[in-house]
């Protein structure tokens, strides 16, 4: 059996995301009121300026957050070794990952590299996690052994993600779950994932 994948849908999940960027910017009002104030002493006239300054600063930026962990399912559908880095200095926001696996066993042979594009929202520790991207998936399998659900093909496919992720603040162990919707010619395939890894900075 074989399945013929397009890249329908990958752009169509990018959008997910294409909003999320502006939400991260942060407006610094600054509004200077001037107030004068006359107050008769005797004979002479005292002039007091009042200036009122109110601004909100930015979150000061550190060391981007990166983390490499292993994945069972997700984007990659196999077992995957994946590297995660935020855009900006910071923990959260815009990033991406990018990986690679292999899977083999009863007959078939998975090779994928899954790619996305993905948004943190969250303080502390807990974080949501939105992606989108696409995965290359390169599949061999035979009638002698069990047969996959994506079985002789090579192609792209698109991916979603909407998970959980623990993430630490410094350096530290990251745990991610996630429900991971697969795009394809024949619809959307409900699928999750599972990872373990390590934020370093």
């Known amino acids: 059996m074989k399945k013929n994948f397009t890249l329908n849908g990958i752009i169509l999940a990018l959008f997910l995301l294409s909003g999320l960027s502006s939400s991260a910017q942060i407006v610094e009002p600054n509004t200077t009121d001037t107030v004068k104030k006359s107050h008769p002493t005797g004979t002479k006239t ?16 550190g060391e981007r957050a990166q983390t490499a962990f292993f994945e069972v399912g997700g984007p990659g ?15 959260t926001g815009l990033g991406f990952r990018a990986g690679a696996g292999y899977f083999a066993t009863d007959g078939n042979d998975v090779f994928s590299v899954p790619l996305q594009i993905n948004y943190l929202l969250g303080k502390g520790n807990s974080l949501i996690e939105l992606g989108a991207g696409t995965t290359f998936l390169n599949s061999h ?15 792209f496919i698109g991916t979603a993600t909407i998970g959980y992720r623990y993430q630490p603040q410094e350096r ?3 745990l991610r779950i996630g ?9 959307i395939i409900a699928a999750g994932g599972v990872s373990v ?3 370093f900075k």
């Not at 399998?141 to 192609?155: A, L, P, V």
């Open 46 to 61: 005292v002039v007091i300026d009042t200036t009122k300054v109110d601004s909100t600063s930015s979150e000061p930026e």
């Open 77 to 91: 559908l196999a077992l995957t070794l994946n590297y995660d880095m935020r855009f900006g200095h910071k923990r």
């Open 141 to 155: 399998g035979n009638s002698n052994g069990k047969t996959f659900i994506f079985d002789r093909i090579t192609g």
């Open 172 to 174: 530290g162990i990251n």
């Open 179 to 187: 429900f991971v919707p697969i795009i394809c010619d024949e619809g």
């Open 197 to 199: 890894g390590y934020t």
